[in-house]
C-alpha cells in the first residue's frame, strides 16, 4: 500500500500569500497518478488537479501541482478567502487507492 | 450538469446492516466506473470500492472486504454499497463518485453511525 504524508499538517497564512503544500509518496506513484482535492468546511472534496498537474474542469489558474515519483505539490498562488480549507492528496496508481491525512490551511 | 445523491445512512447497531443507494443524473450512468468513499466524523478521507461500469470489475479496500458489496443497476442510474456485519469503526460520511481514478464529482454524502 502506497502511503502519502502531507506537510505540513496546518498552514497559516494570510490572504493574498502563497500556500504550498507537499505531499510524499512511500514509493513512486507510477505515472503520477496523484490528485489534490479541496474539502471546506460541510462540503465533499472537490477535485482541483488530476495527474499531478492538470487542472480540473472549472478550477482557477491560482492552483497549480507539480511533481513526480515521489513528492508532489499543490500551489495556491494568491490565497483567497474561499481558499482557506483542507487539502488531500490521492494516489490512484496503485491499489489500494489511498488519501494523504490532509493540510488545513487557515487564515493567519 | 452531473448530480449524485446518496441516501440510505443512519444509525444501525453493531453487526447491523444497511444498503446505501447513489441516484445519479446528468451523464450516461452506464459509461462509467463509480466508486465509494468515507470520512469517520473529523478524520480524512478513505477509499472504499469502485465498480466498472458493466459491473464487471469490482476492488474494495481490506477494511471492508468480506462485509460490504458494491454494485450498480444501469436501468435505474443507481449505485448501491450494501454494508454487513457492521463495526463503530465504519462510522463515517459516505460519499459516491463518478469515476474510479479521477473521482469527480462526489455527491454530498449520507452519514451511517454504528452505535448501540
Known amino acids: 500500500e502506497i502511503v502519502l504524508t502531507q506537510s505540513p499538517g496546518t498552514l497559516s497564512l494570510s490572504p493574498g500569500e502563497r500556500a504550498t503544500l507537499s505531499c510524499r509518496a512511500s514509493?513512486?506513484?507510477?505515472?503520477?497518478?496523484l490528485d489534490w482535492f479541496q474539502q471546506r468546511p460541510g462540503q465533499a472534496p472537490r477535485l482541483l488537479i488530476y495527474?499531478?498537474?492538470s487542472r480540473a474542469t472549472g478550477i482557477p489558474d491560482r492552483f497549480s501541482g507539480s511533481g513526480s515519483g515521489t513528492d508532489f505539490t499543490l500551489t495556491i498562488s494568491r490565497l483567497e478567502p474561499e481558499d482557506f480549507a483542507v487539502y488531500y492528496c490521492?494516489?490512484?496508481?496503485?491499489?489500494?487507492?489511498?488519501f494523504g491525512q490532509g493540510t488545513k490551511v487557515e487564515i493567519k | 450538469q452531473v448530480q449524485l445523491v446518496e441516501s440510505g445512512g443512519g444509525l444501525v447497531k453493531p453487526g447491523g446492516s444497511l444498503r446505501l443507494s447513489c441516484a445519479a443524473s446528468?451523464?450516461?450512468?452506464?459509461?462509467?466506473?463509480m466508486s465509494w468513499i468515507r470520512q469517520a466524523p473529523g478524520k480524512g478521507l478513505e477509499w472504499v470500492s469502485y465498480?466498472?461500469?458493466?459491473?464487471?470489475?469490482?476492488d474494495y479496500a481490506d477494511s471492508v472486504k468480506g462485509r460490504f458489496t458494491i454494485s450498480r443497476d444501469n436501468a435505474k442510474n443507481s449505485l448501491y454499497l450494501q454494508m454487513n456485519s457492521l463495526k463503530a469503526e465504519d462510522t463515517a460520511v459516505y460519499y459516491c463518485?463518478?469515476?474510479?481514478?479521477?473521482?469527480?464529482?462526489w455527491g454530498q454524502g449520507t452519514l451511517v453511525t454504528v452505535s448501540s
Open positions: 463518485a463518478k469515476g474510479h481514478t479521477v473521482m469527480v464529482p
Open positions: 446528468g451523464f450516461i450512468f452506464s459509461d462509467y466506473y
Open positions: 465498480i466498472s461500469s458493466s459491473g464487471s470489475t469490482i
Open positions: 514509493q513512486s506513484v507510477s505515472s503520477n497518478y
Open positions: 495527474d499531478a498537474s
Open positions: 490521492h494516489q490512484y496508481a496503485s491499489s489500494p487507492w489511498t
